[in-house]
């Protein structure tokens, strides 16, 4: 190919230029655009990197280990007095090898063969562990590995998991070999060591504790890791964390710790909010490609059954076409429980600042106590002389304000076109008991005998907005074990109306965007 300085001008497709390229020229720039710190050959070796692939077969790294240990004991300079002990060590188990009579005879074997088949040739076999000069011997060293001195064995009879850990430690003392030496002769190296998918082969306990190695150790100058592993990425600081995800079928990437405003003290508070909470089950946030947030376990239990009761595909099996539920996570839906209504921290991830990301979350309103009235249509008021209140049934959206909690998330997100916030007239289960579903709950309750005989004699005639409140006061202090017996009887075909404000949540994560159909 000809090289020419001038500049082209019009981009020519890499489909059309013919590979390989004969003759070429290539410049590594120091930062993002070109400018005159070009990185030279001199540079680049003051890095050191280790590149440990995802498909990595640790195993058979692990067979080559003499090359690594040879690599590492280069690094260290023995005395000539070592050397030379270490060679008469070995000529001393040599000798005493060919004391057995066994290998004698092999040997006198072998070389009569080998003059009969020969001839003239007369070389001669000699039987030992190996030549006693100290490269050789390194070459011969290979890793045993087991629980006890005594009881080592082959690495072929490790797992694979531990295998993998033990290739990287052979990579981490390869990296403190090669520091200590170049620093004792001020030649500086900034190692980096690549791993992907540190988690293959790993339980969750390992993964864990790898994690909080990689992200504490300070052999290597940097390391860098990709994993699908929540149990890996809930152990980093979220500075640590490079999200990459697809936006309209185009790869992008965000730093999740730079999307909080931390010259505000709101924004250092939900950056460290998140830090301390996203534990392994709330890092599923960073591996869908839409998220929905509840509040605690009642809603984490019943909202992917919800989904799968309303969203459906239809199935070919044989001659036959069946209907199947579709489920969160075959939609690329992640379902996180902020146990509670700390809505804000998470919401900040899918902000204008954010990932460019759906968002939707499940909060209850959660109205406010109303006075309670005399017949007279009066305020009561109580012996200290306030009003009375007690809780709010509303049966239809707005006969009672929202908490300023719910109103105030709706109000501060709904500019954000990622996020939509949906909330109900009270709270989930009440929500449930007013949508027509008195027959489900009725039965549901003296099924499993919730609450007392007198509680469920009195709900068992009542219907409409009246069973929902009562019934309501029955179940609310067993509200996870009452949303399990729920998923029971949905698991038994029981039907069950779902409200609307969950069915909106639901439309808002599928709706498929203009430009994302358009791609």
Same mark, same amino acid.
């Given at each position: 190919?000809n090289i020419?300085?001038?500049?082209?001008?019009?981009?020519?497709?890499i489909?059309?230029?013919?590979l390989p390229l004969n003759?070429?020229?290539?410049?590594?720039?120091? &930062?993002e655009?070109?400018t005159l710190?070009?990185?030279?050959?001199n540079?680049?070796?003051?890095f050191?990197?280790e590149?440990?692939?995802?498909?990595?077969?640790a195993?058979?790294?692990?067979k080559?280990?003499s090359?690594q240990?040879q690599r590492?004991f280069?690094?260290?300079?023995l005395?000539?007095?070592?050397?030379?002990?270490i060679s008469?060590k070995?000529?001393?188990?040599?000798?005493?090898?060919?004391?057995?009579?066994e290998?004698?005879?092999?040997q006198?074997?072998?070389?009569h063969?080998?003059?009969?088949?020969?001839?003239a040739t007369r070389?001669?076999?000699k039987?030992?562990? &190996?030549?006693?000069?100290?490269?050789?011997l390194?070459?011969?060293?290979?890793v045993?590995i087991g629980?006890k001195?005594?009881?080592i064995?082959?690495?072929?009879m490790?797992?694979? &998991?531990?295998?993998?850990?033990?290739?990287?430690s052979l990579?981490?003392?390869?990296?403190t070999?090669i520091k200590e030496?170049?620093l004792?002769?001020?030649?500086?190296?900034?190692?980096l060591l690549?791993?992907e998918e540190?988690?293959?082969?790993?339980?969750s306990?390992?993964?864990?504790?790898l994690?909080?190695?990689?992200f504490?150790?300070?052999v290597v100058?940097q390391?860098?890791?990709?994993?699908?592993s929540?149990h890996?990425?809930?152990?980093?600081a979220?500075?640590?964390l490079?999200?990459f995800?697809?936006v309209?079928?185009k790869t992008?990437s965000?730093?999740i &710790?730079?999307i909080?405003?931390?010259?505000?003290?709101?924004g250092?508070?939900q950056?460290r909010y998140?830090?301390?909470w996203?534990?392994?089950?709330k890092s599923d946030?960073?591996f869908?490609?839409?998220?929905?947030?509840?509040?605690?376990?009642?809603?984490?239990?019943?909202?992917?059954?919800?989904?799968?009761?309303?969203?459906?595909?239809k199935?070919?099996?044989g001659e036959?076409?069946?209907?199947?539920?579709k489920?969160?996570e075959g939609e690329?839906?992640?379902i996180i429980?902020?146990d509670?209504?700390a809505?804000?921290?998470?919401?900040?991830?899918f902000?204008?600042?954010?990932?460019?990301?759906?968002?939707?979350?499940l909060?209850?309103?959660?109205?406010?106590?109303?006075?309670?009235?005399?017949?007279?249509?009066?305020?009561v008021i109580?012996?200290d002389?306030?009003v009375?209140?007690?809780?709010?049934?509303p049966?239809?959206?707005g006969e009672?304000?929202m908490c300023?909690?719910?109103?105030g998330?709706?109000?501060?997100?709904?500019?954000s076109?990622?996020i939509?916030i949906?909330?109900n007239?009270k709270?989930?289960?009440?929500d449930l008991?007013?949508?027509?579903?008195?027959?489900?709950?009725?039965?549901?309750?003296?099924?499993?005998n919730i609450g007392?005989k007198?509680?469920?004699?009195r709900?068992?005639?009542l219907?409409g907005?009246e069973?929902?409140?009562?019934?309501?006061?029955?179940i609310?202090?067993?509200?996870g074990?009452?949303?399990q017996?729920?998923l029971?009887?949905?698991?038994k075909g029981?039907?069950?109306h779902?409200?609307?404000?969950?069915?909106?949540?639901f439309?808002f994560?599928m709706?498929?965007e203009?430009?994302?159909?358009?791609e």
């Amino acid at each position: 190919a000809n090289i020419s300085i001038a500049a082209p001008t019009s981009p020519t497709p890499i489909s059309k230029i013919r590979l390989p390229l004969n003759e070429y020229e290539w410049v590594i720039y120091g &930062g993002e655009r070109e400018t005159l710190d070009a990185f030279d050959f001199n540079m680049l070796s003051k890095f050191g990197m280790e590149y440990v692939g995802a498909l990595r077969d640790a195993t058979t790294e692990l067979k080559k280990s003499s090359g690594q240990l040879q690599r590492i004991f280069k690094n260290f300079d023995l005395e000539v007095t070592e050397l030379q002990k270490i060679s008469n060590k070995i000529d001393e188990l040599n000798e005493q090898i060919m004391q057995g009579r066994e290998i004698q005879k092999v040997q006198e074997d072998i070389n009569h063969y080998l003059e009969r088949i020969t001839g003239a040739t007369r070389q001669k076999v000699k039987i030992q562990m &190996g030549e006693s000069d100290y490269d050789t011997l390194l070459r011969e060293l290979k890793v045993l590995i087991g629980p006890k001195d005594d009881n080592i064995h082959s690495i072929e009879m490790n797992g694979l &998991g531990y295998n993998n850990l033990l290739y990287i430690s052979l990579l981490l003392t390869q990296y403190t070999a090669i520091k200590e030496k170049r620093l004792l002769n001020h030649d500086y190296v900034f190692p980096l060591l690549i791993v992907e998918e540190p988690e293959a082969h790993l339980h969750s306990h390992l993964q864990k504790y790898l994690a909080n190695y990689f992200f504490d150790q300070q052999v290597v100058g940097q390391v860098i890791m990709t994993t699908h592993s929540s149990h890996v990425s809930s152990h980093a600081a979220l500075d640590s964390l490079v999200m990459f995800y697809k936006v309209f079928n185009k790869t992008v990437s965000k730093n999740i &710790g730079r999307i909080f405003d931390t010259d505000k003290k709101e924004g250092r508070e939900q950056k460290r909010y998140l830090e301390r909470w996203l534990d392994a089950t709330k890092s599923d946030i960073f591996f869908g490609r839409k998220v929905l947030l509840v509040e605690g376990i009642a809603e984490r239990l019943l909202i992917p059954k919800f989904f799968s009761m309303l969203h459906t595909d239809k199935i070919r099996e044989g001659e036959k076409v069946i209907e199947r539920g579709k489920t969160l996570e075959g939609e690329g839906i992640s379902i996180i429980s902020v146990d509670g209504v700390a809505f804000r921290p998470f919401l900040q991830l899918f902000g204008s600042n954010g990932l460019n990301m759906k968002c939707a979350v499940l909060t209850d309103s959660d109205p406010e106590s109303i006075p309670v009235m005399d017949k007279h249509g009066n305020e009561v008021i109580g012996i200290d002389n306030k009003v009375v209140k007690e809780d709010a049934y509303p049966t239809r959206l707005g006969e009672y304000g929202m908490c300023a909690r719910t109103m105030g998330l709706i109000s501060d997100f709904s500019e954000s076109p990622n996020i939509y916030i949906s909330s109900n007239l009270k709270t989930f289960e009440y929500d449930l008991m007013l949508e027509n579903n008195d027959s489900f709950f009725r039965v549901l309750i003296q099924t499993y005998n919730i609450g007392t005989k007198e509680d469920r004699e009195r709900i068992a005639n009542l219907n409409g907005h009246e069973f929902a409140k009562e019934a309501y006061k029955v179940i609310s202090k067993e509200k996870g074990q009452f949303s399990q017996f729920i998923l029971d009887e949905l698991n038994k075909g029981k039907v069950l109306h779902i409200p609307e404000y969950i069915k909106q949540v639901f439309e808002f994560l599928m709706k498929v965007e203009e430009e994302e159909t358009n791609e």
